[in-house]
């Protein structure tokens, strides 16, 4: 089954479009061992409510992948959820292929990418990877920070029709074209998110981040043309994390 499949059928039977960021702060060395412990409880309590887990350097780094990562890995996919690696990868294709071949390992179900590294001897060997494994690729398109502009919103010439395109517009023609498994684009940019709706239609789901800490809002991604949000710091700082992923889940419920 591809991770696209998989994707809408942890949607279903959770009957959630939230992604929860299973992000903590940074700890120096005497309290790395509570960062473990913090992240079962906020999915033992947050786990109703979200189709997925995204994990980042946050838990990479001080749990390593193979260690405390695995472990919350086979938790979440216990649970019913899907776990999305977000390395961001973006280096030459043989590098990319062999981060992917270590994520997935680990048994993570997607990892996001960055398609600024392009095709040939960039992202390809990791797509023909992700494909072989029945793994999803998610192609970062317009990143939810003010510093987007300068990269994901320049006008470039495209180089395949040699006209003025915005280079978001270039990333999401090329994730059809690749066939990847989704879009991120920001939640603060509802704009763009519309823009990219069009562009993919129902074939390319778009995944949202940036609401709450980073100012987007829910209902508004949603109606843009977002299928899923990816919420971090509003729960995970939380003192109640079930409550805020319980009224982000109702809030988009119907929408
Ligand atoms: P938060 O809800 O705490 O702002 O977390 C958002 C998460 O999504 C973080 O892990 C961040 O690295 C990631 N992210 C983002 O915020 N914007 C993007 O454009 C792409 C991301 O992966």
């Known amino acids: 089954m591809s991770f696209k499949t998989k994707m809408q059928e942890a949607e279903k039977s959770k009957n959630s479009r939230l992604i929860l960021a299973l992000d903590f702060p940074f700890e120096a060395a005497v309290n790395r061992d509570r960062i473990l412990g913090k992240a079962q409880r906020v999915l033992k309590a947050v786990h109703p409510y979200v189709c997925a887990i995204k994990i980042n350097h946050h838990l990479t780094l001080p749990l390593g992948t193979f260690d405390g990562v695995q472990e919350l890995v086979e938790r979440i996919r216990g649970e019913g959820m899907l776990a999305i690696m977000d390395a961001k990868v973006n280096d030459i294709g043989n590098t990319n292929k062999i981060i992917a071949e270590y994520y997935f390992a680990a048994g993570f179900d997607a990892i996001i990418a960055n398609p600024f590294v392009g095709w040939e001897e960039g992202l390809q060997p990791l797509f023909d990877v992700s494909k072989r494994l029945n793994r999803g690729v998610i192609l970062l398109t317009y990143m939810s920070h003010k510093g987007a502009l300068e990269g994901y919103g320049q006008t470039i010439i495209d180089q395949e029709t040699n006209q003025q395109t ?65 919420v971090g710091r509003e729960i995970t700082n939380s003192d109640d994390p079930a409550l805020i992923a319980r009224t982000l889940y109702d809030s988009i419920k119907g929408v």
């Open 166 to 230: 915005p280079q978001y517009v270039s990333f999401a023609r090329k994730a059809l074209k690749w066939g990847a498994d989704g879009v991120v684009v920001g939640a603060t940019v509802p704009e763009k998110i519309s823009e990219v709706k069009q562009i993919l239609g129902e074939k390319v789901a778009i995944y949202a981040p940036g609401v709450g800490a980073q100012g987007g809002a829910a209902e508004t991604a949603i109606k843009a043309g977002a299928r899923y949000l990816i």
